[in-house]
């Protein structure tokens, strides 16, 4: 972008073309008052307040709707300029029923800065009397409050709600003197299009609205804020914890706009799913079972039992019949830690992480074709690419600040959207073209489109002679997928496959987003090596803003996976079955390696069954709701000769332990997160964890210690620099160089910089490698007795198993219950009303939950998200696992229902 030489009092700058007046001053340091501007926003000017004099140019000029230019000469502060200002805020203050020493926004309100600026007089602080109660659409709602008497009508709120989040939830109701901010028609909050994303909080310059459950609990001058990650989903928010210093308490999370990677976008959870942190559930000390009940125990006597019975066992059994989970809710420190206990202590690699439930074959298939089994570029790439192709995933509810960039590139920079899912998701309302496919059949259309661009000779043939090897086998292997036989397998019309391949084909830059509903299939490597295909035939990886781009579901996975908590690989993806490096583990953890590649989560699972698993040792995982086939897993649990769970919770997993080993939570602790764009984040301690509660690394330090290999570092930080020492993709990392924004790997040595996107010139693996993928259907399909097809998944309001989220009152109130969508005229057919009690089978088990009757999923399919533990999905799906990454078929299965009530009235 080129630049522009400009004067802004008397002062000569440089700023870029395209900028406003506004924009140019405040990247320079020179504040120009504003009320209503955010950078997330179009202006508006509607303040007044940035008025500004432009030589040669008369009246005054609103700066932030002024696009500067050469040669212009401004004047930001005049007596003139003053004059307004000052007549503009007293005038604010005639309508503002608000008490700036008693507001909770005291200290961090823009009003409130400027008339003590521009020296408004003692009588506009007076308190104001209210007319009238708060009584509007946000009466009722835990999650937010709108106090009319503190709004100026800046607009702000309604403007994110329409341009960034794209809710359109909020308006402006009444005239004059009367006008507020409310929903369309007055509807209660919940019951409109708000999603509860808090966007409206963050850009509201006066503390009109406002967190709820933050109200009284301490004014802004007052709260301590620490930056740190979210702990949800993979996007990796950065948020600010308002900590009040009289209680230690989280009173609420905001965000700064300009960090990255979020611009101070959070959602409902990263904004109002703080609560956990202070629950009373939490666990304070260590518990061990006995005689069928928990008693707390002192630390000493816990890891003292544990490294007992471990070495017992160990010995009785050898160290392969020991297994340990890793988490991707716990830090990269923490999973090193994990992962180099059951290695060097004990002896095995039995090590595996909730990855395997979620994104194994991404790592398995984009390793095959790239030599890397990361996302290939970064999130704000997705703004500028010209198609985005979305398949398997429900961005706007499983990584929504993602979705808002995808939303932006169709909305603001005319990008193509295609998007294939077999529900009717919210993206598609942006889409040009929606392929609703069967569950299960993404290989059949991925090969047809491939089919169509060959066949129609769209192929970047420059990248795949250069860049590539294998083609010729998948010319070969898709010659006969046309769209019309692909319509047969999958329900996609021929026609819509045409036009996507081409649509996708022509694109100057074209992205690939997908997620679980790609990866949870028995040919879930299949998936994404199809894709890989894709983006190889079209030349569209390499560069920015093109590539494949798997999202990460939890906050860590993609860090979890790059520290070994896997059983193939050590710290970095470097093969556990390579001698040379084995051996510099063994030289930089001082003990003999195994060499062969260790079980699976639900190769685990099995194990136990027939008696070669005889410990468990889990950190921060609950496979008692997230594994498939619930009643499998939890006999395993339940039989298994010795279990240890590390938690924040007594969780669903925790209440078959042995012993529970209390743990901070990560707003109690230092450490580090990895993004799903491969971007290292610190992870900060704000307030004090409950009780006895300990980092999860120490403990392991303890038992591994106690067991007779001692681990010990002074910090977190330590181990990073132990991680930095034998995983070159983390070379360069350290505490100190990503203290303000975080580093994406590879990033080798001290001074590199970064990597923003993946395989620029050269793949990972050297040459990227087309694979030749068959078709094959899921592992269990539709029959008479079960005739329709199960797919699980996320939805907006919980997290993963919900023992985080459904602890917060704001998203409870939104979400109470789990559910089961099912097509209108399917419902018609089983007698089903919305909101009946339905009993919902498989051949794994039955579950009771609620029907929601409606078109978002086609006949004959039925969706459950699976965070509830009542009605709980997943004692329902497939444990059958992908040959290739052995992640189990969570997304596919044969199904039926019917309605309890009238089975009971009958």
């Known amino acids: 972008m080129s630049q522009v030489r400009l004067t802004i009092d008397d002062r000569e700058i440089v700023a870029e073309r395209g900028q406003t007046v506004l924009e140019a001053a405040l990247a320079n340091g020179i504040d120009i008052p504003n009320l209503c501007y955010d950078p997330r926003l179009s202006p508006s000017g509607s303040c007044r307040l940035c008025l500004v004099e432009v030589e040669g140019q008369a009246p005054l000029q609103t700066s932030c709707a002024l696009e500067i230019r050469d040669g212009l ?80 009508r800046c607009g702000r709120c309604v403007r994110i709600c329409d341009e960034v989040q794209m809710a359109h939830a909020l308006t402006f109701r009444d005239r004059a003197a009367e006008v507020e901010v409310s929903t369309a028609f007055d509807v209660p909050l919940n019951e409109s299009t708000c999603v509860l994303c808090g966007q409206c909080i963050s850009t509201c310059p006066t503390g009109a609205l406002y967190e709820r459950s933050a109200k009284g609990q301490g004014q802004a001058k007052d709260l301590v804020r620490t930056r740190t990650t979210c702990p949800y989903c993979g996007v990796g928010c950065q948020i600010d914890l308002n900590v009040s210093p009289k209680t230690g308490r989280i009173v609420r999370a905001t965000s ?12 409902v959870k990263g904004r109002f799913g703080m609560e956990f942190v202070g629950h009373p559930d939490r666990l304070t000390s260590p518990l061990i079972k006995r005689n069928g009940k928990f008693e707390k125990v002192t630390w000493q006597e816990a890891i003292r039992t544990v490294a007992e019975r471990l070495n017992k066992i160990k010995a009785e059994s050898g160290p392969d019949s020991i297994a340990g989970l890793s988490s991707a809710k716990c830090t990269n420190e923490e999973n090193y830690i994990l992962q180099k206990f059951i290695r060097a202590a004990i002896g095995t690699n039995n090590v595996d992480h909730c990855a395997r439930l979620c994104h194994a074959s991404t790592v398995a298939g984009l390793a095959r074709a790239f030599g890397s089994g990361a996302m290939t570029n970064s999130n704000e790439e997705l703004k500028d690419a010209r198609c985005i192709f979305v398949i398997g995933s429900n961005t706007t509810e499983a990584h929504p600040v993602i979705a808002l960039a995808i939303k932006e590139a169709v909305v603001k920079n005319a990008a193509t959207l295609i998007v294939a899912d077999p529900r009717d998701i919210e993206l598609v309302r942006y889409a040009k073209l929606h392929l609703q496919q069967r569950p299960g059949t993404d290989v059949a259309l991925i090969n047809a489109m491939l089919h169509v661009i060959i066949s129609e000779s769209l192929p970047d043939k420059d990248f795949i002679r250069e860049r590539t090897e294998g083609f010729e086998l998948v010319v070969e292997a898709v010659k006969d997928s046309t769209p019309e036989k692909a319509e047969k397998i999958t329900g996609v019309p021929a026609e819509a496959i045409r036009e996507a391949a081409r649509t996708y084909a022509q ?167 990895t993004n799903t764009e491969r971007r290292v984040q610190r992870v900060r301690k704000a307030v004090e964890p409950p009780g006895e509660a300990r ?69 990972t693996r050297g040459k990227g490698k087309f694979h030749a993928v068959p078709f094959r259907e899921p592992a269990e399909t539709p029959s008479k007795k079960y005739p329709l097809i199960l797919s699980t998944g996320r939805q907006l309001y919980q997290y993963h198993t919900g023992t985080l989220t459904r602890r917060s009152r704001a998203i409870d109130q939104k979400s109470p219950t789990g559910y089961v969508e099912i097509n209108r005229r399917d419902a018609e057919k089983y007698a089903i009303e919305n909101g009946d009690s339905v009993e919902v089978s498989t051949v794994r088990g039955k579950v009771v939950t609620q029907a929601v009757v409606g078109d978002r999923v086609p006949q004959g399919r039925i969706f459950m998200p699976f965070h509830f533990a009542e009605g709980p999905a997943n004692i329902l799906t497939n444990d059958a696992l992908d040959p290739i990454a052995k992640i189990p078929e969570l997304k596919v299965c044969a199904a039926a229902i019917k309605n309890v009530k009238s089975e009971l009235v009958g």
């Open 73 to 152: 000469v401004v004047k930001t502060d005049t007596e003139e300029i003053r004059q307004i200002r000052q007549t503009i805020l007293e005038l604010l203050f005639a309508e503002h029923k608000g008490h700036c020493t008693t507001c909770d926004e005291n200290g961090q309100c823009k009003l409130q800065e400027y008339a003590y600026e521009y020296g408004l007089g003692e009588d506009a602080f007076a308190e104001a009397t209210r007319a009238k109660p708060i009584d509007n659409y946000t009466t009722g709602n835990l999650a937010m409050e709108y106090d009319p008497g503190k709004c100026i």
């Open 256 to 267: 700064e706009v300009g960090c990255i990677p979020n611009d101070g976008n959070l959602c």
């Open 507 to 673: 694109a100057e830059t074209a992205s690939i987003v997908f997620s679980m509903g790609i990866t949870q299939h028995t040919t879930g490597t299949d998936n994404v090596l199809s894709l890989a295909n894709l983006a190889m035939l079209t030349g569209n990886v390499g560069k920015e803003s093109a590539g494949v781009n798997p999202l990460r579901g939890q906050n860590n996975v993609q860090g979890a996976c790059d520290l070994g908590a896997l059983p193939n690989v050590y710290p970095g993806y470097q093969k556990i079955e390579d001698a040379a490096i084995r051996a510099k583990f063994e030289k930089a953890w001082g003990t003999k390696l195994a060499d062969k590649t260790g079980l699976t989560i639900v190769e685990m699972i099995h194990a136990v069954e027939q008696g070669a698993v005889k410990a468990l040792y889990l950190m921060g995982e609950n496979p008692a709701l997230s594994d498939p086939n619930l009643n499998r897993t939890r006999k395993a649990l339940e039989d298994v000769e010795f279990l240890v769970s590390q938690d924040i919770f007594l969780s669903e997993t925790a209440q078959y332990a042995d012993v529970v080993l209390p743990t901070a939570c990560f707003a109690e602790k230092e450490g580090t997160f």
């Open 695 to 763: 980092d999860d690394w120490q403990i392991v330090c303890d038992v591994s210690t106690a067991m007779g290999y001692p681990m010990q570092y002074d910090g977190a930080d330590k181990i990073m620099d132990e991680i930095a020492s034998v995983t070159p993709i983390y070379g360069g990392m350290s505490y100190d160089r990503i203290e303000s924004v975080g580093l994406q790997w590879p990033c080798p040595y001290k001074d590199h910089p970064g990597t923003k996107f993946l395989h620029k010139g050269k793949f």
